[in-house]
């Protein structure tokens, strides 16, 4: 069964960065897209960007662009997001979120990882 | 951007009965030649991640109970749970995939 967990907790100071995992099982990895969400308290959910998990080419939301990473690790089928120069506006639950097959445009997310909180405090 | 508002931000139904979300988007998120609209509808129960629901607007996700259905097409869009149960109680997201950045709606709350 398609599994996707994510790593743990984190707290950051402010302008600090964090990475968070993505560890995906239950299907092949490389034929699927990973996505980052993220969502603040009293937010609506925010889509970051997404990384193809065969190729390795990103997307990102232009509002990450240039703060945020995507890489993956095939061999290990784990995905990893870093976010850098972080502030207090950046604290907030980060999903990865399984996306449609390779070359396909349905980009709607059918498994989701349980999410992982990032606070941002001094 | 295209921005995704859900109306009501919350709604009370009794056990039994039907729930009305309604989510509009600010363009069209048909694509013609296909007829399909790129719109998805996620249940986020609390403490717990997103569950997809329903895509291309109608199609139910395998496991979905049936009670749970969306319509509409181009900007306006309906999920409607048909009689609701006391597990329903959660907050729906719409979301466009038409475009990028992908967005969503601000969520609508549902209690008994």
């Known amino acids: 069964q398609v599994q996707v967990v994510q790593s743990g907790t984190e707290v950051k100071k402010p302008g600090a960065s964090v990475k968070v995992s993505c560890k995906a099982s239950g299907y092949t990895f490389t034929r699927y897209g990973i996505h980052w969400v993220r969502q603040a308290p009293g937010q609506r959910l925010e889509w970051m960007g997404w990384?193809?998990?065969?190729?390795?080419?990103?997307k990102y939301a232009q509002k990450f662009q240039g703060r945020v990473t995507f890489i993956r690790d095939t061999s290990a089928s784990t995905a990893y997001m870093e976010l850098s120069s972080l502030t207090s506006e950046d604290t907030a639950i980060y999903y990865c979120?399984?996306?449609?097959?390779?070359?396909?445009?349905?980009?709607?997310?059918?498994?989701w990882g349980q999410g992982t909180l990032v606070t941002v405090s001094s | 951007d295209i921005v995704m508002t859900q109306s009501p931000d919350s709604l009370a139904v009794s056990l039994g009965e039907r729930a009305t979300i309604n989510c509009k988007s600010s363009q069209s998120v048909l694509y013609s030649p296909s007829n399909n609209n790129y719109l998805a509808w996620y249940q986020q129960k609390p403490g717990q991640a997103p569950k997809l629901l329903i895509y291309?607007?109608?199609t139910r996700e395998s496991g979905v109970p049936d009670r749970f259905s969306g319509s509409g097409s181009g900007t306006d869009f309906t999920l409607t749970i048909s009689s609701l149960q006391a597990e329903d109680v959660a907050v729906y997201y719409c979301q466009q995939y038409y475009d990028t950045p992908l967005t969503f709606g601000g969520g609508t709350k549902v209690e008994i």
């Open positions: 979120a399984r996306g449609p097959p390779a070359g396909y445009d349905s980009n709607y997310f059918d498994f």
């Open positions: 990384i193809n998990a065969g190729n390795g080419n990103t």
């Open positions: 291309w607007a109608s």
